[in-house]
């Protein structure tokens, strides 16, 4: 099985996200767009922001790493 083309690890991102919050992070995976409990919170709120495509997934356990 070949490895995946590119990971990035999203841990120090999300440091300041409260647990299993949803979040929007920007497409070039800069910046943290919006955080709620709801996703249609987040993807409402990245809209506003302009963000088109941002990856939305849910803030990990604050001992454990995000790694997309």
Request: charged share 20%; aromatic share 4%; net charge negative.
């Amino acid at each position: 099985m070949a490895p995946a083309a590119s990971m990035k690890d999203f841990s120090n991102l999300l440091a300041g996200v409260p647990s299993g919050a949803w979040v929007a992070i920007s497409t070039d995976g800069s910046r943290v767009i919006a955080y709620a409990a709801e996703i249609r919170d987040v993807i409402e709120q990245s809209r506003e922001a302009g963000e088109t495509d941002p990856i939305i997934t849910r803030a990990p356990q604050a001992n454990m790493a995000l790694i997309l």
